[in-house]
Structures are given as C-alpha cells and as structure tokens.
C-alpha cells in the first residue's frame, strides 16, 4: 500500500488530533505529498503540502491552527490539527505527486490514501 492514514476519530471542538501517513519508501520520494479533506456534500479540497525541498503550503482556513510535518527514518507525514472546527470534519486523505510544483489542487496529484475519518462537534 503507498499511503496509509490514521489517527482520525472523534473530538470536541477546540481539540486536537494528530493524523499520520505512512508511506512506501517509493511514494516517500515524491516530489510533493500532502494532505487534503472532503467534508460532507464538498469537494475534496488541498489543505497542507510538504515538498522534498522543504517547501511548506497551507489553506488559509488552517494556517495558523494546522502543520504538516514529516519524518524521514519513518516514512511518515503527519497532519497536526489544533483548535479544530467543526467545518474541519471530513475524510482526510494523503497524498504524494511526482512532479513540481507543490500544488494543493487535488487534480495534481496520482496517489492516494483510502483516507481516515475526522468528526468535530460543537
């Protein structure tokens, strides 16, 4: 499997989740991986991207509340998620691209995760 998502589930809001991406050794080396959220009756929607050259994008809806962060010995790329809304609830899903640039347009990018879910309450 190239990309795995966890550590969705369900928080009140103003909580926070952590969401992790293990990837492939040969996904990892994309040139771009990123997170992305569909929420209920919505399109799915760029919402962090991490590029190899360390490059660092951001929705304005979560700049400030959200960062991706990666680990290279892991493979892994992490979503943190504080002051959560409940306009943030959706499926998260990862996702890597091969060519530049980063971009946070869903179109742009070729592998994709099954997604993991993320409940926010009011």
């Known amino acids: 499997v190239p990309l795995a998502e966890s550590g969705g589930g369900s928080v009140q809001t103003g909580e926070s989740l952590r969401l992790a991406c293990a990837a492939s050794?040969?996904?990892?080396?994309?040139?771009?991986m990123g997170w992305f959220r569909q929420g209920p009756g919505k399109e799915r929607e760029g919402v962090a991207v991490?590029?190899?050259?360390?490059?660092?994008s951001y929705a304005p809806s979560v700049m400030g509340r959200f960062t991706i962060s990666r680990d290279i010995a892991k493979n892994t790329l992490y979503l943190e998620m504080n002051s959560l809304k409940p306009e943030d609830a959706g499926a998260y899903y990862c996702?890597?691209?091969?060519?530049?640039?980063?971009?946070?347009?869903?179109?742009?990018?070729?592998?994709w995760g099954q997604g993991t879910q993320v409940t926010v309450s009011s």
């Open positions: 996702a890597a691209r091969r060519n530049w640039p980063c971009t946070l347009q869903v179109r742009d990018y070729d592998v």
């Open positions: 050794s040969y996904t990892f080396i994309s040139s771009c």
């Open positions: 991490f590029g190899a050259n360390g490059l660092i």
